[in-house]
């Protein structure tokens, strides 16, 4: 599946060193200065690239903009479903996949580099109701997550950890909104206690989740 995706996209030229480079570039400006302050002058002085080449693989700056989300969208989905595999593949016990889970979500909430990260995930979702291509394209990445969450869940599930009466795509889905919660914060006038929102989170799954 990825072979023939990847084959697609290299055949309607979505993949190209050239290309790459600028939607790179392009999520690097925008993590750094959001979405707003992203401009052509500016990538064509990090990259060194003419005008022309860039022009070459984009039509405008929109086009840019989207790309360089779905890249950033990517990046943080791929990120986040290594976390999740790795704490399955780590835990040999009930309690070491507990630990595991309550690790991943500490590491999530004091990672002060994921708030920009978040921003263009938002960004993102908010475009697709404009810019179909997009959407679709974001559907894609976020069921690749969602598909890991619930593979995660059913094989937690035989091995006794969860409540098997958990619907696993439910749970799944639900892991991905609390996740979300954090975005609320990140625009809010007054911020939640990082410490007091793990504690909310762990004590939502010892009571509902771990068997």
């Not at 070459?56 to 990517?74: C, G, M, P, Q, R």
């Amino acid at each position: 599946m990825v072979v023939r995706r990847t084959k697609q996209m290299r055949a309607e030229g979505m993949i190209h060193p050239t290309r790459d480079l600028i939607v790179a570039t392009a999520a690097t400006i925008m993590k750094e200065k959001g979405v707003g302050a992203l401009h052509i002058d500016d990538i064509l002085e990090q990259t060194d690239l003419s005008r022309g080449a860039l022009y070459h693989h984009f039509k405008n700056v929109d086009e840019i903009i989207e790309s360089a989300l779905l890249f950033t969208y990517a990046e943080s989905i791929n990120a986040n479903i290594e976390s999740v595999h790795n704490v399955l593949a780590s835990a040999k016990t009930a309690d070491e996949f507990r630990e595991g889970v309550f690790a991943a979500n500490v590491a999530y909430a004091h990672n002060q580099q994921l708030r920009e990260v978040r921003k263009l995930r938002a960004h993102a979702m908010a475009t697709t109701a404009t810019a179909e291509a997009l959407q679709e394209a974001l559907a894609r990445e976020q069921q690749r997550l969602t598909n890991e969450y619930i593979n995660v869940i059913s094989e937690a599930q035989k091995n006794g950890w969860v409540r098997a009466s958990l619907d696993p795509l439910a749970l799944a889905t639900f892991i991905q909104a609390y996740s979300f919660g954090f975005i609320v914060d990140d625009v809010s006038e007054s911020h939640v206690n990082t410490d007091k929102w793990i504690a909310i989170i762990e004590e939502f799954y010892n009571a509902c989740v771990f068997t």
